[in-house]
């Protein structure tokens, strides 16, 4: 039984990253307002990387191909080598090395990420995982977290609220319909995945580094996503956000960060 969002072949060959069972969020997660921002009295504009949408998404990793540079039968290490030359500037304007290290247990799964500056100037940052799970008949879902955000009518976040009832997954839960597409703050960390018919659970633990979790459950699909992340969507337009996560890489400083998927039968 595949625990997370089975990838299709098609989408292999083809590059369909979005059809794909997980992907990561370097160097930053979820959204830049129309694809513009200022750092340190620099003004960047980024390529509209999604369609007709009017926001750059999800950072340039995900659509960049990376070099597997180790593997074996229970570990792969990926790496990408951002260069900010021509159009790839558009992407990322801040040069990285970024690495994935995937490594299989018996009980479960561990992905690690690593984003290095390796630009002359500091650099904004952020690390994220968008895993994708099948929603089967019946499945549950448990996360805490302190505050929500809600999105206005151009997807990007407005001021936090406590989490109301019907968006609260405190107490595990069936997931049912909940149009969601939000991040939420303060989360503890942990976020448990129950497929009760099939007496299976998946539980993620993941560092403090992740001090956010987007929830991404679209109405009438087979699929939701349950996103560890480092940062408020949208939090490079956002610093005076109390607690917004994103970080600040001098040249030479590293980010890392550690998400385990572990799997238990349920009696």
């Known amino acids: ?7 299709p072949e098609q989408a292999l060959r083809d590059g369909l990253v979005r059809q794909t069972s997980c992907y990561p969020l370097m160097p930053y997660s979820n959204r830049i307002a129309q694809g513009r921002f200022s ?15 009017p926001h750059s998404i999800h950072g340039n990793a995900w659509q960049r191909p990376w070099q597997v540079a180790a593997a074996d039968d229970a570990r792969c290490r990926l790496v990408l080598i951002h260069r ?3 159009d790839e500037a ?7 090395r970024a690495e994935q290290l995937f490594e299989l247990s018996p009980d479960g799964l561990t992905i690690t990420l690593s984003l290095e500056n ?3 100037r500091a650099m904004p ?7 994708f799970f099948p929603k089967r008949p019946g499945v549950r879902l448990q996360f805490a977290a302190k505050r929500v955000y809600p999105n206005g009518d151009d997807s990007l976040p407005v001021d936090s609220v406590p989490v109301p009832d019907d968006w609260s997954y405190r107490t595990m839960r069936e997931l049912g319909e909940p149009r969601l597409d939000n991040c939420f703050a303060g989360w503890d960390g942990t976020a448990r995945i129950a497929y009760v018919q099939e007496k299976i659970a998946l539980t993620i633990e993941a560092d403090p580094l992740f001090g956010h979790l987007v929830v991404y459950a679209p109405t009438g699909r087979d699929f939701f996503a349950v996103e560890p992340v480092s940062h408020v969507n949208d939090a490079i337009s956002r610093p005076d956000v109390a607690g917004h996560g994103l970080k600040v890489l001098k040249p030479g400083e590293r980010l890392t960060a550690q998400a385990r998927f572990g799997v238990e039968v349920l009696s």
């Not at 940052?125 to 895993?131: I, R, S, V």
């Open 1 to 7: 039984m595949a625990l997370m969002r089975e990838t």
């Open 39 to 53: 750092f340190e009295g620099f003004e960047h504009r980024l390529v509209l990387n999604f369609g007709d949408h």
């Open 84 to 86: 900010p030359v021509g």
């Open 90 to 96: 558009r992407g990322w304007p801040f040069a990285y």
């Open 118 to 120: 390796e630009h002359h």
């Open 125 to 131: 940052a952020g690390l994220g995982l968008h895993p």
